[in-house]
């Protein structure tokens, strides 16, 4: 198969943005502030690299997808380095806005919904899985809200193994209803994408074909 230059170019490009993220992901690993938590944000990074250099990079992926998906694994090494209640970035808002917590990890299941929906509205589509787009709707929100509740019971399965050692890693900061806003956020996140970003992923993806 012979590579258009703007193919080709894409392919290039692809490459340079896997090895940043792969860089900071090493970055992280040097004397995060708690290992645990390290170990439990950055693994999806982990895996989605192996996956990358195994087989992922053959697979078609519009470049507003990946984009999305290498700007998320930046955001969690970074979370992954500091816990998300300590990243600069967070405490400099907190203090700015005169907030009572780090409202990264506010962000972090905000993007947990934003991404995901792209990815499963590309997956949903290319495999044409539903043709209504209104079902379609309903089914990527239902998938995000499914997966921020996997997330929290993850969450819920580290405090069980890990105790008090797994309390950066909940990052609850004493909100006893972080939970509840995590979900809220994802699934604000998921609706917040697929009212912006559907007409440019539209444009992708028929190009793509």
């Known amino acids: 198969m012979v590579l ?16 940043v993220v792969a860089m900071a ?11 645990l938590t390290w170990i439990l944000e950055c693994f999806w990074v982990m895996g989605a690299l192996i996956g990358w250099f195994g087989w992922w990079r053959k697979l078609p992926c519009t470049p507003l997808l990946f984009c999305l998906l290498a700007a998320h694994a930046l955001f969690l090494v970074i979370g992954g380095k500091y816990t998300y209640e300590f990243v600069p970035l967070g405490e400099w808002v907190q203090e700015l806005l005169g907030r009572e917590r780090n409202d990264y990890d506010r962000v972090g299941h905000f993007l947990q919904g934003f991404v995901p929906a ?18 379609r709707v309903i089914t990527i929100l239902a998938y995000c809200l499914a997966f921020s509740a996997a997330f929290e019971l993850l969450e819920f399965l580290a405090a069980l193994c890990f105790g008090e050692d797994a309390t950066h890693y909940l990052a609850m900061q004493g909100d006893v209803w972080d ?20 007409k440019a992923h539209d444009r992708e993806l028929a190009r793509a074909k």
């Open 118 to 135: 792209i990815l499963a509205r590309e997956i949903l589509i290319r495999e044409q899985v539903i043709a209504k787009r209104g079902w």
């Open 179 to 198: 939970t509840q806003w995590d979900m809220a956020l994802c699934l604000l996140g998921a609706i917040t994408s697929l009212a912006l970003l559907c």
């Open 4 to 19: 258009s230059p703007s193919t080709a170019h894409f392919a290039r490009w692809r490459s340079v943005v896997v090895l």
């Open 25 to 35: 992901l090493l970055w992280s690993a040097i004397e995060p502030h708690d290992r």
